[in-house]
């Protein structure tokens, strides 16, 4: 292993070894000068003094002997992992089993180096080096990506809650505007531009209440949606059914499919359902890569769906389907569907 790739050429290794004999850890030491790495050591006997020097002071490396006087390698990994966690631990002893050499890697020790082999020691002590020094970096990475999402999740809830109030304070000014209005018109435009912005505020809440999302949920929107405008037309009972797939889309597409959906119901309750009962069906699927959304009933008079095909909405409705690149039909020899929107989604909705 190439050693300029982990320390620098007048970079001093700070080690900490923990040996009860002078003449192994002056081997120790020879041995790693003696392969050109500039080192300093300290050494320790014992637990007292290791627990010290962990705490107390920074070093690139512990090596340790696995038996000591009162005192073992392993107690000391234990020590050293919880005072000390980013510090890479080598074992250096004349006899560590294949059973013992095993455990303690278990339990983090980075490597091991019997005394009668320590001519390992040097490129052990550099691959340990290169291993600490990756995942130092590593762990800096993952900080700064954590970092870096906290503050886009913040900035993304600061947004989330700003667009809710704005758009909670245009309903309370349509709204006021509705209740003042006399002319009756004037009142109905009011009224349809409260039931959009109503339209808006519940895609906005779908797609970023609790933590956000890429994804926009297009089946529960619209079966929440069809549950509401349905339950409010007063003085008619309107059933709706229900036969949905679940389809996502991606977000961007949320506040022009919110609009979308809304203008079809609200132009059904308007214009096909006007002083009648019966059923609203709500089919949304895909069908070969389409989304097709439809409104059905047991059957429509030609007179009721071309008042529909030709009113406000359904002009409007062609300009959102235009933006969501979608097919809008008016199926004039099927009396049952009112209208079918088509419109290409992505693999995987």
């Not at 667009?163 to 435009?189: C, F, H, M, T, W």
């Not at 797939?245 to 609200?266: H, W």
């Amino acid at each position: 292993m190439d050693r300029a790739s982990v320390i620098s050429s007048d970079r001093v290794l700070r080690i900490l070894l923990l040996e009860d004999s002078a003449l192994d850890a002056e081997l120790v030491t020879e041995t790693l000068v003696a392969s050109g790495l500039s080192v300093s050591v300290e050494r320790v006997v014992s637990a007292d003094e290791f627990t010290r020097a962990v705490r107390d002071e920074t070093w690139d490396l512990i090596l340790a002997d696995y038996l000591l006087p009162a005192f073992n390698g392993l107690h000391a990994l234990e020590i050293a992992r919880e005072m000390s966690r980013a510090t890479p631990f080598v074992f250096v002893s004349g006899a560590l089993g294949e059973e013992v050499a095993v455990e303690a890697l278990k339990r983090g020790a980075t490597d091991y180096v019997l005394k009668d082999k320590l001519d390992r020691l040097p490129p052990t002590v550099l691959r340990a080096l290169a291993e600490a020094r990756e995942r130092g970096e590593k762990e800096r990475a993952q900080d700064a990506l954590r970092q870096m999402l906290d503050e886009r999740t913040a900035l993304l809830h600061e947004l989330d809650h700003r667009v809710k109030n704005n758009l909670q304070l245009l309903l309370s000014l349509i709204g006021i505007e509705y209740r003042q209005a006399e002319d009756g018109p004037a009142r109905q435009v009011l009224g349809r531009m409260k039931e959009r912005m109503q339209a808006l505020a519940a895609a906005h809440r779908d797609l970023y209440d609790g933590q956000g999302s890429t994804r926009f949920d297009a089946s529960r929107f619209a079966r929440g949606l069809c549950e509401e405008l349905t339950s409010s037309v007063p003085g008619v009972r309107i059933t709706p059914e229900f036969e949905t797939d679940t389809v996502e889309v991606e977000a961007a597409k949320a506040a022009p499919m919110a609009l979308l959906f809304n203008e079809i119901v609200v132009n059904a309750l308007t214009h096909a359902y006007k002083e009648r009962q019966g059923k609203l069906k709500l089919l949304l699927r895909i069908e070969h890569g389409t989304l097709v959304f439809q409104i059905a009933d047991d059957a429509f008079s030609p007179q009721e769906k071309q008042h529909a095909k030709d009113s406000a909405s359904g002009r409007i409705l062609k300009a959102l389907a235009r933006q969501l690149d979608a097919a809008v039909e008016w199926p004039l020899d099927d009396p049952a569907i009112l209208v079918r929107v088509a419109m290409p989604v992505q693999d995987g909705s």
